[in-house]
C-alpha cells in the first residue's frame, strides 16, 4: 500500500518569508496526490492536486507544489508567506482506479509577525 | 446551508451511550466519506459510500455503524464507545462517484470525547 511522509511536524517563518512543506510518497506507479489546509475548528480545505501532465501545479491562496517523480516528492510552496496561512497542511496520496487514500501525518505552520 | 455541514458540532458520551453523528452536502455530490482525525495520528479513512453503496470500510469496529439513506445524507451511529474513540470525526464528500478521492470537500467535524 502506498504511504505518505511529512517529515516536519512544525514549521515557523516570518510574516512575508517564503514557505516550503515537504511531501515524499511510496507508491509504486504515479499517483493521485494533494494537499490540503486545515484551520483550527475547521475541516480540510483542498489546496491543490497533481493527477497527471505538468508537473508544477498551481492552487488556491497562491500556493504551488511540484510533483518530482525521481525523489518521489510533491513539495509545496508560497513565496510570501500571510498571517493568514497558519494552520496545518496535510499531503494526501491516492491511487487511480482504487479505494484507498493516505493522508500525512500533518505539518503545523507558524507565522511570527 | 451550503457546503458540507456536521452536527453537533462537539458530543461528550459515556461507553454505555447510543449515539449518532449527521453529515450534509449541499453540493450535489455522489460519494461521502468519514474520517477519523486523532491528535498526532494521520487522518484515518473509516467509510467511504458511492451512489449510497458502501464500498469502504476501512476494518472500523463494530461499535461504529455508518448509515446513507441518500446522497445527500450520511449518519455515524456510536454505541459501547472506547476512550480512544475520542477524536475529531470529519465528513467528506466529492461529486464524481467513478473517481473516488477527487476533490473532497470536508465539513467542520464533530469533536467527540467518551468518557
Known amino acids: 500500500a502506498q504511504s505518505v511522509t511529512q517529515p516536519d511536524i512544525h514549521i515557523t517563518v516570518s510574516e512575508g518569508a517564503s514557505l516550503e512543506l515537504r511531501c515524499n510518497y511510496s507508491y509504486g506507479a504515479t499517483p493521485y496526490l494533494f494537499w490540503y489546509v486545515q484551520s483550527p475548528g475547521q475541516g480540510l480545505q483542498l489546496l491543490l492536486k497533481?493527477?497527471?501532465?505538468?508537473?508544477l501545479v498551481q492552487g488556491i491562496k497562491g500556493f504551488e507544489a511540484e510533483f518530482k517523480r525521481s525523489q518521489s516528492s510533491f513539495n509545496l510552496r508560497k513565496p510570501s508567506v500571510h498571517w493568514s496561512d497558519a494552520a496545518e497542511y496535510f499531503c494526501a496520496v491516492g491511487r487511480p482506479n482504487n479505494n484507498d487514500m493516505r493522508f500525512g501525518a500533518g505539518t503545523r505552520l507558524t507565522v511570527k509577525p | 446551508e451550503t457546503g458540507v455541514t456536521q452536527t453537533p458540532r462537539h458530543l461528550v458520551m459515556g461507553m454505555t451511550n447510543k449515539k449518532s453523528l449527521k453529515c450534509e452536502q449541499h453540493?450535489?455530490?455522489?460519494?461521502m466519506y468519514w474520517y477519523k482525525q486523532s491528535a498526532k495520528k494521520p487522518l484515518e479513512l473509516m467509510f467511504v459510500y458511492s451512489l449510497e453503496e458502501r464500498v469502504e470500510n476501512n476494518s472500523v469496529p463494530s461499535r461504529f455503524s455508518p448509515e446513507c439513506p441518500n446522497s445527500s445524507h450520511l449518519f455515524l451511529h456510536l454505541h459501547t464507545l472506547q476512550p480512544e474513540d475520542s477524536a475529531l470525526y470529519l465528513c467528506?464528500?466529492?461529486?464524481?462517484?467513478?473517481?473516488?478521492?477527487?476533490?473532497?470537500?470536508f465539513g467542520p467535524g464533530t469533536r467527540l470525547t467518551v468518557t
Open positions: 453540493l450535489g455530490h455522489n460519494a
Open positions: 497533481y493527477f497527471s501532465g505538468d508537473t
Open positions: 467528506a464528500s466529492s461529486q464524481d462517484p467513478s473517481r473516488l478521492y477527487y476533490e473532497q470537500y
